[in-house]
Nanobody, 118 residues
Framework: VQLQASGGGLVQPGGSLRLSCVASGSITAVSAMAWHRQVPGNLRELVAG???????NYADSVRGRFTVSRDNAKNTIWLQMNSLKLEDTAVYFCNAEVNDGQGWDDYWGRGTLVTVSS
């Protein structure tokens, strides 16, 4: 199972970016999916999560600005990021709980860099 994230880049404060992450490989089921982020020297933090039923949760720092969504048929999760701030600069990682036919496990993508700068 692999998770491939894309969509990061350089954006000015107040701008928007949309991140995508696709899970592929030997997948029989996907449960919760989420986006996390990490700034060098800091712990990785949860940004937003979504269950396969569509229930969502957000970090207080992004609620109202970011929107997480998913397509269960395509094993894909997105993160729409609006009104970006300097402090949103980080490497963003996608994460999914996946059943590969042998049982459930936690998988991570390699990360995509988001830089908010003027």
């Amino acid at each position: 199972v692999q998770l491939q994230a894309s969509g990061g880049g350089l954006v000015q404060p107040g701008g928007s970016l949309r991140l995508s992450c696709v899970a592929s490989g030997s997948i029989t089921a996907v449960s919760a999916m989420a986006w996390h982020r990490q700034v060098p020297g800091n712990l990785r933090e949860l940004v937003a999560g979504i269950t396969n039923g569509g229930s969502t949760n957000y970090a207080d720092s992004v609620r109202g600005r970011f929107t997480v969504s998913r397509d269960n048929a395509k094993n894909t999760i997105w993160l729409q990021m609006n009104s970006l701030k300097l402090e949103d600069t980080a490497v963003y990682f996608c994460n999914a709980e996946v059943n590969d036919g042998q049982g459930w496990d936690d998988y991570w993508g390699r990360g995509t860099l988001v830089t908010v700068s003027s």
